[in-house]
């Protein structure tokens, strides 16, 4: 009469959870803080209760400020395609990407995939708009070439929100901070080395700030009263709400199993 | 004339470095801990500099405490040999386990694929003979399942070491602070929550300390004067030095290039 799922220790049941793929390595620091982060959101109290992740964390992606900025390298296109699809064969069930710059090129990693990829510009748009309706401008913390490829343009604009950069000083010192994070300078960077950039923003007329890199989300930014959103953070968080649905699904068996 | 290498961005050739792959999930935390120690023990100037690592931080191992103490569950074996096998098609060159106690089955694991995998036990062994030449005991901290598996056993006495574990109740406080790790209950532990266990280990005459335990390697164990080894960082050494040895040889090209 009681159909049972099987279950493995901790009360979960595997079967019906989800296995995250990450694309990573851009930067992989930024990889493991993602990792990090989907381990603490995680209701658990034992391994068994965590949420499979398979992780490419791939030194070999082209730079993309190479190719987005300089003009001067190959496109990263080719081989995150690879590592999607190399991902899904090993049994990932949805792909997400640590990287916002690595978002102009989301049309051909989904157009080669028949899985799921999240779009960590869209949830970070869609956040903010829930969270603060009728906020004019979103001041983002992001590298210049996610301000080039315009990835966050479209997901905002839609939501009715302009996004808002740096000037060109404050944003030259973004720069060199997630350059320093990228070569693992982090110990020497001044908590306050993005208190300049974040008045910047305020002073411009932001009404919330968005961390859209995923080295400064390493840092852990703070320094400012506005209200602020990290896009690493909102990333974790959909992986965790979309890879344990079918196991809260599993808590009502009689929902799912009729 | 001259023959050269592909080369990445940051001066390492990619082709010539290996790819680690990681059996993670035991637990998920520990995993992280040893990726973050592989980037920092890598020399970098930027995302491309880095050892490619593939992970498949899996929540389904079945508990190697439940199979080794209780006696009441199934087999890790399958599942890490499936792991293993999916790695290696994936297009790692050589394994890594981040789980002391996963090792009493390196035996299985090696059996079923052709790349080769590193055993943190053999490193761990091998290290605290070179840098304590005539040590006789070395006090072990892991998990219980650890000590019946007996894994440490045959490396340490074929170097003429003894292994030394704490009293019984010693031992339940370090399964109790791995169990705490695991569950995601780091704040709440007192950074003495091991100095018990670490004198207890020095009075029954260890020369040396071995952390063996990837949980316990989280929460950076000090508290002692007695030299401490942690077998976490060892592996995450011994990856570095195994991933980048044909990076070196590329940067005297006329060694591997004739």
Redesign the interface.
Known sequence: MTQRATT???GLA?AHRKTIGILG?????A??DL??RV??LTP??????????????????P?RI?ALIDGT?PSPAPTLIAMAR?LA???ADMLAIPCNTAHHYLGDIRGAVSIPVLSMIDLSAETIALAHPGVAYAGLMASTAVRLTGVYENALTARGIKPLYPSPRAQQAVMDII?AV???RTESLPGSALNDVLSDLQEAGAGCILVACTELSLLGVTGTDLPLHDASEILARSIVATALVHADRRAHPQQTLT
Chains 1, 2 share one sequence.
């Open positions: 493995v220790p901790g595997e390595g851009m930067g992989p620091a990889t493991v990792m990090r381990i603490a658990a109290t034992d391994d068994a209760d965590h949420i499979r992740m398979l992780v490419d964390c791939n030194p070999a992606v730079s190479a390298g190399g064969k090993l049994g350059m990228k070569a693992g």
